[in-house]
């Protein structure tokens, strides 16, 4: 078998990394730390535009978002790295640790809440409000998690194992839009009230805007995405073997 052989039967197998490597360490750290920071992030809700400005005859919407969607999409972009070049099983431990340090995070503010407050302490009840609503953005943020990640992981490689090495754009679109369809419509389903969405319209407008921001930005990322995946299955020694 010539070398040229070699190489395309090589792109026609289903290849993972051993997970047991620096690389897959620092990508499993980042991924927890954009998890609990994005669940913070979470509790303020965040509105574009008043609904009183207009272009021409056009009226403005009011936007409505929250702040974990300034990194929450970085996690998906992690998990779309972790599982294809680790595969399912790395994807799924990731999503578990992740899973592990949410709750962690919200048990040590649970617990600081109810320690008392020094005499100079005037943020008490600011603080409350912020943990109890972080308690209900961390049900929403996990149960949506969990659901979107397992899908967006599990397309990911499912789709690799028919097309092998070939295509990774569309399994990095494909399977973003289906976790992220999951994710975004379970997260503002639980959490659109702690944060002030209380109507129809407005929680159709939180579901659209979010789905479309976090899909845009993992789509105008994709070729670092790209690049980042090229440059792993190259450095990781055990991913052709």
């Not at 990394?17 to 620096?22: I, K, T």
């Not at 991924?31 to 913070?40: A, D, E, Q, T």
């Not at 207009?54 to 929250?66: A, K, Y």
């Not at 070729?223 to 052709?240: A, C, D, F, G, N």
Request: hydrophobic share 50%; aromatic share 12%.
């Amino acid at each position: 078998m010539s070398s040229a052989d070699t190489a395309d039967h090589r792109t026609r197998e289903v290849h993972f990394a051993s997970r047991g490597s620096s690389y897959f360490d620092v990508l499993l750290a980042v991924f927890c730390v954009v998890l609990v920071v994005s669940n913070i992030a979470a509790t303020k809700g965040t509105q574009f535009f008043s609904g009183d400005v207009s272009i021409g005859p056009v009226q403005i919407l009011p936007v409505f978002s929250d702040g974990g969607a300034v990194l929450f999409p970085l996690a998906y972009i992690i998990g779309d790295v972790i599982s294809e070049v680790y595969g399912l099983r790395a994807a799924r431990r990731a999503i578990l640790v992740g899973f592990g340090t949410a709750i962690l995070t919200f048990l040590t503010f649970l617990a600081v809440m109810k320690l008392p407050s020094a005499e100079f302490y005037d943020n008490q009840a600011a603080f409350e409000s912020v943990v109890w609503s972080g308690g209900q953005i961390v049900a929403a943020s996990l149960v949506a998690y969990v659901v979107g990640q397992f899908l967006n992981s599990y397309v990911l490689v499912r789709m690799k194992a028919r097309s092998a090495e070939p295509g990774l754009w569309r399994r990095l679109a494909g399977s973003t839009g289906v976790g992220e369809a999951a994710d975004t419509f379970i997260f503002c389903a639980i959490a659109a009230s702690a944060i002030g969405i209380t109507t129809g319209g407005q929680f159709l407008n939180y579901v659209v805007v979010g789905f479309v921001f976090k899909c845009a930005v993992e789509l105008l990322v994709m070729p670092v995405t790209m690049i980042v995946i090229r440059i792993l299955k190259q450095r990781e020694p055990s991913y052709w073997s």
